[in-house]
């Protein structure tokens, strides 16, 4: 398949845009240790958005991988998991704040620092969501992709080092027209003592549309119900 477009998204940077269903979003690490940081709303809808508890909920999990649909607040299918290296994506850890960032990797600000200081996750979605008529108040917990979290017997979580590797990558399909923002900054959790700085490569590819017989559809009962659940919205909205 043709790459439509690409972009590669160098640590600490940030990137927003619309994306129509039936796409193929591949992200490549372009070293060890990345995470990339998603959100997705409805092109048509903004208020409508992706929902962690509802995806993982709905889907019994606690993690992220090949065939798990991303579930809205509505719970459509919003776009699917279809390829993936890893086979375990953090969706608990939600992003770094500048309080955290500053604290863990020392202060650093634009006024000192230019372009070079180093990003926090919440600051970059809430610019590039502003950029859309949005606001602070639009803002939920992402996918991260590319970081594992685990949680132990009591509960307890811990971030698991050396989950990526340069090389390693996660492809979603998109179910319906989506505003994807994208930040590439360190998972809250991550323990390493510099600030992660690993490039991540952005293709957007053609996708054929999910039928009955797809993987992600009838990964299972609940994942289809999203599915349907979108199919009905489109079939409604003639589109």
């Known amino acids: 398949m043709n790459v439509i477009w690409q972009k590669v998204?160098?640590?600490?940077?940030?990137?927003?845009?619309?994306?129509?269903?039936?796409?193929?979003?591949?992200?490549?690490?372009?070293?060890?240790?990345?995470?990339?940081?998603?959100?997705?709303?409805?092109?048509?809808?903004l208020s409508e958005h992706y929902n962690a508890p509802d995806t993982l909920k709905a889907q019994h999990t606690f993690y992220l991988k090949k065939g798990h649909a991303i579930i809205s607040d509505c719970g459509r299918a919003m776009a699917s998991i279809v390829e993936d290296d890893l086979g375990w994506h953090d969706s608990i850890a939600g992003c770094t704040t500048r309080k955290m960032t500053d604290?863990?990797?020392g202060f650093t600000s634009y006024q000192k620092q230019g372009n070079d200081y180093l990003k926090a996750g919440q600051e970059n979605f809430i610019n590039e969501l502003i950029k859309n008529g949005m606001s602070k108040k639009d803002l939920m917990?992402?996918?991260?992709?590319?970081s594992k979290v685990e949680a132990d017997e009591t509960g307890n979580l811990s971030f698991c080092k050396n989950h990526c590797k340069k090389g390693a990558a996660v492809a979603i399909r998109t179910e319906m027209d989506v505003y994807i923002?994208?930040?590439?900054?360190?998972?809250?959790?991550?323990?390493?003592?510099?600030?992660?700085?690993?490039?991540?490569?952005?293709?957007?590819?053609?996708?054929?549309?999910?039928?009955?017989?797809?993987?992600?559809?009838?990964?299972?009962?609940?994942?289809?119900?999203?599915f349907e659940n979108t199919w009905e919205y489109d079939l409604l909205l003639g589109i």
């Not at 917990?141 to 590319?146: E, K, R």
């Open 141 to 146: 917990p992402p996918v991260n992709f590319f």
């Open 9 to 45: 998204l160098m640590p600490g940077d940030r990137w927003s845009g619309n994306i129509c269903k039936e796409r193929l979003i591949r992200f490549t690490a372009e070293g060890d240790g990345a995470n990339l940081g998603m959100l997705l709303y409805n092109v048509r809808n």
């Open 181 to 226: 923002v994208l930040s590439n900054t360190p998972n809250p959790m991550d323990e390493a003592v510099n600030y992660p700085s690993v490039p991540v490569r952005i293709e957007v590819l053609p996708a054929a549309r999910a039928d009955e017989l797809d993987f992600c559809v009838n990964y299972s009962e609940y994942t289809k119900r999203a």
């Open 103 to 105: 604290e863990k990797y």
